[in-house]
């Protein structure tokens, strides 16, 4: 579980500064949660966590699996 909050804080980071470059006339490009993820990673969380092939996980499953990860659980 703290593997996946450091991912996201790490993301948000990062999402913060490419949306700071953000203006009207052009910007930089924001690399999607899915893509920011190892493929070795992708594969096994697909198989484990969502039991489907990786291609399958939309950009909205991959954030919502993220995000769990910042709600407080009894095991940590």
Not at 7 to 29: D, H, K, V
Not at 36 to 51: G, L, Q
Request: proline letters at 4%.
């Amino acid at each position: 579980m703290q593997d996946r909050r450091n991912f996201m804080r790490r993301y948000e980071t990062y999402l913060t500064a490419i949306n700071a470059l953000q203006t009207q006339w052009g910007g930089a490009f924001a690399m999607p949660v899915g893509a920011c993820i190892e493929s070795r990673t992708k594969r096994m969380v697909a198989r484990y966590e969502f039991n489907t092939a990786p291609h399958l996980i939309t950009e909205e499953q991959w954030i919502g699996y993220f995000m769990k990860a910042n709600t407080p659980s009894h095991v940590d």
